[in-house]
């Protein structure tokens, strides 16, 4: 599924680009920069440890950013905070949503799994709800612990078995693309101000391009960012579109950090709706605490 490329430029303008394949965050870091290669600054493991979760004064670190995380959010956004469970029951929807985001189960016993994510809680507590316009954009906020099933020799530290995610969902009817843009605008301030450089790449399906250019460039214009797309023949997963936040670490390695996704399908599965219409969701987050501290410390060496 790789498609074609896009640009579009801190001033809001479409531009073709020539390049034949992007099949990473570091592809597209190259795209915009000569490749350099950083003095490598190694975190040892043991200094993130997973359990518990941290120690000494990684444990700060770790309230000192959900501190400017929450913070930032209660303020520039108008949330509902909830808490899902972290061990539910699965049924034929929540199996479901598991196939659709391609993760593996984290089973116990009689059928009860570890979440994976937060949707799973947030999703099961609206089935069935119907919103008027006056009730969106509802967003619903969860500082959740989730639980995956991850290769550790493959990335040990980054894609830890259980880690905290700072999660918004947003149930939306129109003007989907405005509040993206808030979000990412909330994320750019955040990493700004704890200090973690990134760079911005979208992946987004052809038809979903093409309904949502002119939003797309405007939203490039207002961050004041250029922004390389992927334009791809159909839906990934979920989603529709995924605006992602990455950061390069000392170890010429990509992270993935903060995420904005739009969404089509899920409120189908769970027969969430605004005004008798599938709702619009969005799926926001600035990123797992593990991640945010991994990145955090690495500007630190």
Not at 123 to 134: H, M, Q, T, V
Not at 226 to 235: A, L, M, R, T
């Amino acid at each position: 599924m790789v498609g074609y490329y896009k640009l579009i430029s801190d001033i809001g303008k479409e531009n073709d680009v020539e390049i034949n394949e992007i099949n990473s965050d570091k592809d597209v870091y190259n795209f915009y920069n000569s490749e350099e290669r950083n003095a490598c600054n190694k975190i040892d493991i043991q200094d993130i440890d997973y359990t518990p979760i941290y120690k000494e004064d990684n444990l700060e670190k770790f309230y000192y950013l959900k501190n400017i995380i929450e913070e930032n959010i209660k303020s520039n956004l108008k949330i509902q905070e909830i808490k899902t469970p972290e061990v539910i029951k699965s049924n034929d929807k929540l199996e479901e949503l598991q196939k659709l985001f391609g993760l593996e189960k984290f089973n116990c016993n009689e059928g009860y799994i570890l979440s994976p994510a937060s949707d799973f809680g947030v999703f099961s507590a609206y089935e069935g709800k119907e919103f008027e316009e006056e009730d969106i954009p509802l967003r619903v906020y969860e500082f959740a612990r989730c639980y995956r099933i991850e290769d550790k020799k493959r990335d040990v530290l980054k894609r830890p078995t259980s880690f905290y995610l700072p999660d918004i969902h947003c149930f939306m009817g129109k003007d989907t693309y405005k509040e993206v843009l808030k979000h990412l605008k909330l994320y750019e301030k955040i990493l700004k101000k704890i200090q973690i450089p990134y760079f911005i790449a979208l992946r987004i399906s052809e038809q979903e391009y093409n309904n949502s250019k002119e939003k797309i460039c405007n939203i490039a214009k207002e961050l004041k960012n250029n922004i390389i797309i992927n334009v791809v023949p159909s839906s990934i997963k979920y989603w529709e579109s995924k605006f992602k936040y990455v950061y390069k670490d000392s170890n010429n390695d990509f992270i993935q950090l903060s995420t904005v996704q739009v969404d089509y399908r899920t409120s189908k599965i769970f027969n969430i709706k605004v005004k008798g219409k599938n709702a619009e969701i969005i799926h926001s987050s600035i990123g797992s605490m593990e991640r945010l501290l991994y990145a955090f410390l690495d500007r630190e060496l």
